[in-house]
């Protein structure tokens, strides 16, 4: 098993599987009992960028499995003012368990996963966001799956369209996640963003086929959808092309004509912060079919479970 969790391929589909059922079993059990596979360790959390959910869902999560969740500041560390990511990946593994991190570059992940000798759990980056997309798996096939089973292949052959930034690390991560779990999925957005080429890259290097298209026609790729995806337009770092960005997005806006066209019981999911009337109608925010709060919820149980198998990698065998 990998020994790090910086990509939604890090795991593979059997353990995925497994780490689903976890999921749903720590979730079940949340107040009603102990299981601790992080007793007596130690595990830091770095973010460059800021975060509501990430953060407080991972804090607690350290804390629910029995472990202490210490939150480094970025600016009182060597490390902002020129320490190498390598040495500090080399001393940190000398002190802690693991590492859960946010920042800009994908590439400081994979440099302090190679230097070091601890788990690092990618709390996003501007590529990648794969925490965010097990949980929406978890949240969907809570839902798809007979009830008290967590089953992956109740993702099997299901449509999901994603509507907007098809450039961003949520975009990348559903490409991704889509090979593994055996979903079509369908991106659409401006042509001038569609997926960066290192994620066919991943693919590949994972042994598995693409399973994702691209259109710039919005309805078309809706159409019959059993799940509708959007994020923000502007991410973290992208803010100084902030008006561009509104300008271009504004026809690919998820309202409620647009749903119209997905399956008619098809949810709609957005990892948030949403900004209503831009990317979000508040309408289909707040529509039945939107199951924001519970992906929200789910991003604790989701990943404790990815924390434990990291921790004790028998629980996903
Ligand atoms: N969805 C998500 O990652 O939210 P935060 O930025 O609040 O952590
Ligand atoms: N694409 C967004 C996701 C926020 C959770 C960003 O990177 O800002």
New binding site residues.
Partial sequence: MSQSFLKSTDFTRDEAAALFHLTAELKARRGKGHIEPLNGQTWAMLFH?SST??RISFEVGVHELGGHPMILDPNSLQLGRGESVEDTARVMSRYLHGIIIRTYEQALLDQFDHAGSIPVVNA?T?EL?PC?IYTDAFSLIERWSEPGKADLASLAGRQICFVG?CA???AHSWILASALFGIQLHLTGPKAYQPLPFVADLLKDAGLEPTWSFSDDAKAAVEGSDMVYT??WV???DEDEKEQRLRDFMPYQVNKALMSVAKPDAYFMH???AHEGEEVTAEVLKDPRSIIFDQAENRLHTQKAILAGLADPSLLR
């Fill in positions: 960028k959910r990430t996003l501007n966001h965010q930034d961003s690390n949520m994020d923000v991410s973290m770092g990892c948030l912060p």
